[in-house]
């Protein structure tokens, strides 16, 4: 019934959005649940009850797979990339609350290239690192994945996988701030790297000695190694992938003429 895609459709697309490197990023309800549908539909009406998921939606719409999968991709999600002029849309979810890791739980919903996820080449950080590596890979060709985001703020190069770790787009004044705080003979701590949201204004902004990049989420680790190199600041930074409580008495005691706290 075209008047319940219509409705449907309308109530699903997002009220708010952003673009982030080029992906359009839009709210968690984006064509995931519809309001009350209006009295004014007859009992008749395909659609019956008050609130459902988009999936239970267009599972009750379309019986064949093929129907739903195409429709999805040819009159939802494909339009709305192209209104956007962008090739992806990743549909942003809230930081996860369990564990200390602060993992992102964003999803790619819609690539243009149908989903191609090249696998991730190995390369060679020998003296890059320190601290407990096992599992993690070095960072090299990350950037081929449909899922990895570059994103150019105050003249640095932040990558990441928006699937797996967050990215806040609020905060770039106080990271052109901090980089003004360091100069060239500080050895700066920053103890809760990340992506290197800190690390890497204090190395291409402030163009510190030296940055002692703290890190316990692996997957923040790979992004991390990657934007050093990025931005060409690789020999100017150890990174240190472990809990804090064990790297900083182990590694750090008074090292740093400047700490971070992130």
């Known amino acids: 019934d075209l008047r319940i895609?219509?409705?449907?459709?309308?109530?699903?697309?997002?009220?708010?959005?952003?673009?982030?490197?080029?992906v359009l990023m839009v709210p968690p309800n984006?064509?995931?649940t519809i309001p009350s549908i209006s009295s004014s539909f007859k009992t008749t009406d395909k659609i019956k009850s008050k609130k459902k998921t988009w999936k239970e939606i267009m599972e009750e719409l379309f019986?064949?797979?093929?129907e739903r999968v195409l429709f999805e991709k040819e009159k939802v999600w494909s339009l709305l990339a192209k209104s956007a002029n962008?090739?992806?849309?990743?549909?942003?979810?809230?930081?996860?609350?369990?564990?200390?890791m602060?993992?992102?739980?964003?999803?790619?919903v819609y690539d243009s290239l149908e989903g191609?996820?090249?696998s991730v080449s190995k390369g060679d950080d020998k003296g890059f690192s320190k601290g407990d590596n096992k599992g993690v890979d070095k960072g090299v060709g990350e950037e081929k994945k449909r899922t990895w985001i570059d994103v150019k703020e105050n003249g640095v190069l932040y990558g990441f996988d928006c699937e797996e770790v967050m990215y806040c787009t609020s905060n770039g004044t106080e990271k052109k701030r901090v980089g003004t705080l360091t100069n060239e003979n500080e050895v700066v701590v920053d103890l809760y790297s990340g992506i290197g949201y800190f690390?890497?204004?204090y190395l291409v902004l402030g163009r510190c000695k030296h940055v002692h990049a703290c890190e316990i989420n692996p997957n923040s680790v790979r992004a991390l190694k990657r934007n050093l190199i990025s931005n060409n600041v690789k020999d100017k930074c150890t990174v240190y992938l472990n809990d804090n409580q064990i790297t900083v008495p182990k590694y750090l005691n008074g090292i740093g003429d400047r700490v971070n706290m992130g």
């Open 116 to 118: 191609v996820r090249q």
């Open 5 to 22: 895609l219509t409705f449907i459709i309308d109530n699903n697309l997002p009220k708010k959005f952003e673009k982030l490197g080029g």
């Open 199 to 201: 690390t890497l204004p």
């Open 102 to 108: 602060r993992e992102s739980r964003s999803e790619l």
């Open 30 to 32: 984006t064509f995931s």
């Open 63 to 66: 019986t064949n797979m093929k």
């Open 86 to 100: 962008v090739e992806r849309i990743v549909r942003h979810q809230e930081i996860g609350a369990a564990g200390i």
